[in-house]
C-alpha cells in the first residue's frame, strides 16, 4: 500500500498480515507511518496504489463507518483514554474474542 497527503508521499510499500484471531500492536518511531497505517485500514484516508483486504473482501474504498461495521477499530494512544493502565491492560482491553 502507498498512502500520500497532497504530493508528500507518507508511506510507500507497506505490507502487513494479521492472521485471524491475532491482535496486533503496530509500533515504531515518530514519523514511521503508524498513524497513516491505521487510519488507511480504518478508511479515514485512502491509498493511492495497493489495497486493503480484510476476510478475502476489499475495504479501501470503504467509509470508516463501513470499516467499522465488518469488526475492524483501533485505538490510537495519545488521547488518554486509559491512562492509568499499562500497556499490557491497554492491549488486553481492547481485543474482545
Known amino acids: ?3 500520500r497527503y497532497g504530493l508528500v508521499p507518507a508511506l510507500r ?3 502487513l498480515e494479521v492472521g485471524a484471531g491475532e491482535m496486533v ?11 497513516t497505517t491505521l487510519r488507511a485500514v ?4 485512502r491509498p493511492y496504489s495497493g489495497q486493503i483486504l480484510f476476510d478475502s473482501h476489499r475495504i479501501d474504498g470503504l467509509s470508516p ?3 467499522v461495521a465488518r469488526g475492524i477499530a483501533h485505538m ?3 488521547r488518554d483514554l486509559f491512562a ?5 491492560e491497554n492491549l488486553r482491553y481492547g481485543f474482545f474474542p
Do not use: F, Q
Not at 25 to 35: C, D, E, K, V
Not at 84 to 88: H, I, M, N, P
Open 25 to 35: 500492536a503496530l509500533l515504531g518511531a515518530n514519523g514511521a507511518g503508524r498513524t
Open 84 to 88: 492509568g493502565l499499562t500497556v499490557s
Open 76 to 78: 490510537p494512544e495519545g
Open 13 to 15: 510499500g507497506v505490507t
Open 65 to 67: 463507518t463501513e470499516v
Open 42 to 45: 480504518s478508511g479515514l484516508v
Open 1 to 3: 500500500m502507498h498512502v
